[in-house]
C-alpha cells in the first residue's frame, strides 16, 4: 500500500508585511511516501537580511523548526529536520525533513529576517 502525502507550502515574512513578496519557497507541493525525506527550499532577496526561520503547521499550531543564520544552520533538536544552505540574499536555504511519516504532512513556512 503506498500512502501519499501532501506538503503544502506557503511564505511568510516576520518583521515587516510589505516584503514578503521578496521571499520564496520551492517546489509549492511535495508528494512523497512515508521513510522518504522531502526538501524545501527558501530563499528572499532583501539587502541585508541573512536569517531564514522555518515552521511547520498542523492542527492550527505553529511550531518552530529551527533557523538559519547566514550558512549556520540551527535546527531545534529532535525533530528530525536539517536546515542547510545560506541565508543570505539570492541563496537557497534547504530544510530537509529526514523521514517522513503520516505527521509530516502539514504546511511549512519560512519566514526571513
Ligand atoms: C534547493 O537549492 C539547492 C541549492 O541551490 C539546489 O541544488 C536544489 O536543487 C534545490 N532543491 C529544491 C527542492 O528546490
Ligand atoms: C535555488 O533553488 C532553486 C530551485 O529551488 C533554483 O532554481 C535556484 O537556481 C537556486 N538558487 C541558487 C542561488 O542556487
Not at 40 to 60: A, F, G, M
Not at 92 to 108: F, K, M, P, Q
Amino acid at each position: 500500500m503506498i500512502v501519499v502525502f501532501c506538503i503544502a507550502l506557503n511564505v511568510i515574512l516576520v518583521s515587516g508585511s510589505s516584503l514578503s513578496d521578496r521571499v520564496y519557497q520551492t517546489p509549492a507541493h511535495v508528494f512523497n511516501k512515508p521513510k522518504e525525506m522531502a526538501k524545501i527550499n527558501c530563499s528572499h532577496s532583501i539587502d541585508s537580511y541573512n536569517q531564514i526561520l522555518w515552521y511547520k503547521q498542523s492542527n492550527r499550531q505553529l511550531q518552530f523548526l529551527g533557523y538559519m543564520f547566514s550558512t549556520s544552520g540551527n535546527p531545534e533538536a529532535g525533530l528530525g529536520v536539517k536546515i542547510e544552505g545560506s541565508a543570505e540574499k539570492d541563496q537557497n536555504c534547504t530544510l530537509t525533513i529526514e523521514e517522513l511519516s503520516l505527521s509530516s504532512s502539514a504546511v511549512y513556512f519560512c519566514a526571513a529576517r
